[in-house]
C-alpha cells in the first residue's frame, strides 16, 4: 500500500508461520491477521478454511475482511471497499494496537486511491485517522494538498 514491493516469497513465509501456530485459533486478532497473509500468499485454501472456521466473538466481521483482503491481493479495488468498508464503524473488535486498526482503513483508503478514487480516499483516511495525516498517510498516491 505505500508502494514498496513485496515479494511474494515473504508473504508465503508469513503464510506458512499462520498456517501452522494459527490455522484455525479462533480469536478474532490472529485470525485477521492470518487471512491478509493468506490473501497475499495467493493461498486461497487456507483463506476459506480460516474463514469457514470462524469461532470468535467478533467472527462476523472476519468474513467481510477476509474477504476484502482476498480482493485486494487481486486487485478487485470496488470489491475491498464494498467487503472491509461497511466494517470500518466497527473494527476495533478485532483489537490490538492502533497499528492493527489502522489496516482495515489503510486498505479500503488504498483501494479507492487504486480506483481513481482520491477523494474518496482523502476524505475516508482523514476522517478516520486525522492524527495519523499530520506526518503523511504511509499510502502510494495520497498526498494531501
Known sequence: MAGEAVDRTLWNEIAEYAARWFPSSGLIFADVHAALA?????????L???VENRQAPAADILLPIARGFDALARSKWAKVVEEIGPVLETHERVRGSRAQRDLPEYTVTCAHLRNGQRDEALQL????????????????GLHQG
Not at 41 to 46: H, K, Q, S
Not at 128 to 138: E, F, I, L, S, V
Request: proline fraction near 7%; charged fraction near 20%; hydrophobic fraction near 40%.
Open 38 to 46: 493468506f490473501a497475499m500468499a495467493g493461498n486461497r485454501v487456507a
Open 48 to 50: 476459506h478454511r480460516i
Open 125 to 140: 483516511i482523514s476522517r478516520r485517522r486525522p492524527a495519523n495525516g499530520k506526518g503523511g498517510y504511509p499510502l502510494a
